[in-house]
C-alpha cells in the first residue's frame, strides 16, 4: 500500500485494511502487507483506531517511511516516490514498467519529469 499523505480521506482505509487482515475467517496472513507512507504513518495508524495493542501495526503492516526520490519495486514494476506541495508532508507517485517493457507503436508514453 502507498499512502500520499495523513490526511483522513487519504489513509484512513488503513484501519479497515487491519481489521480484513486480523479478523479474516482464514485467519491472518503469516507476512505484513507492506505499506509505504510518510513519517509518523503508525503513529496516525494508532490515533485513528484507539485501543490497538502495542504491537498491532507492526503485526499487520510492514511500514516503510517515504522520502523524496525513494524507489520501490512492486512486483516487475517499479515505484519513484516524489515530494509534493500541499499542506502536510505529501508524496505523488511515479510507476514504471521494466525496462524491457517498450510500448507499442501508437501507445501514449510518460512525459519526462
Known sequence: MLISHLHPDHCIDLTG???FRTYHPEGMPERPLPLYGP???PHRFTRMYHGLEHDAVERVFDVHTLADT?????????VTAYAVQHPVEAYGFRVEPPAACSPTP????????
Open 17 to 19: 485494511m487491519y481489521v
Open 106 to 113: 501508437g501507445t501514449p508514453t510518460p512525459a519526462p519529469i
Open 70 to 78: 525513494a524507489r520501490i519495486e512492486v512486483g516487475p514494476l517499479t
Open 39 to 41: 513519517p509518523r504513518t
